[in-house]
């Protein structure tokens, strides 16, 4: 459900929702400073496009964004149907109006976005993390932030979960900090609750599970 969560973070901070909501509790209304942008005819970059990156892709289509992508890893034909342009990273990060992180954690990507690379991007641009924490540096992101290198962040997963209450993150009025509620859903919980069932239940019944990633592993295995 990650890429559900990215689509409304890029919205919201693309609206400026949280800033705009604010400041009409305080008796404000509609002004220049709350003059805010659509997502249609932007770029949007997706780092990585597995399964999340792939569904974003899909959900961004009828905005009609320029969509850029770097994955060295995934399917070409993966990168064709999504309708992707694929590029470099450095290109991603220069063109884009809004970067979104989708790719996995480990020793390649942890703490890959950076103050070097979150200095490549738009002032304009937004940074969107729906994936895992530690992807980002997150002393580097929160200078950012305050140094107005980009315009504004959507995180909703840290470093540290879960995340302290003086998280510096949490200050600052161009970020939206949500508290890792990508699957956070009744129907997910649900979904992530029945599909174990029903892979149990077939693994008892000597099928192969069709949440399996790797059947060819299993078939190996009746034929020894």
């Not at 850029?68 to 399917?75: H, M």
């Not at 979960?161 to 900090?177: F, G, M, Q, R």
Request: charge should be negative.
């Amino acid at each position: 459900m990650a890429f559900l969560n990215a689509t409304t973070l890029m919205m919201s901070l693309l609206k400026l929702m949280p800033r705009s909501a604010e400041i009409q509790k305080t008796g404000g209304w509609k002004s220049e400073s709350l003059q805010a942008s659509e997502l249609t005819g932007k770029t949007v970059g997706i780092i990585g496009l597995g399964a999340a990156g792939s569904s974003l892709a899909e959900m961004l289509k009828p905005f009609k964004v320029d969509l850029l992508c770097f994955d060295p890893y995934a399917d070409p034909a993966r990168m064709v149907q999504a309708g992707a342009r694929v590029v470099n990273m450095d290109t991603l990060l220069e063109q884009s109006d809004v970067v979104s992180l989708h790719c996995q954690l480990c020793d390649e990507t942890r703490g890959f976005i950076d103050g070097e690379k979150l200095k490549m991007m738009k002032k304009s641009a937004y940074l969107v993390n729906t994936a895992r924490g530690a992807l980002i540096d997150e002393a580097a992101l929160v200078e950012a932030l305050r140094e107005k290198w980009i315009a504004g962040a959507g995180i909703d997963v840290y470093s540290v979960e879960p995340t302290s209450k003086d998280n510096p993150l949490l200050a600052l009025d161009n970020v939206i900090c949500t508290p890792h509620l990508a699957g956070w859903t009744k129907e997910c919980l649900a979904r992530e609750t029945w599909g174990t069932s029903d892979s149990v239940i077939q693994i008892l019944k000597g099928q192969t599970p069709e949440s399996l990633l790797n059947p060819e592993y299993v078939k190996n295995l009746r034929k020894q």
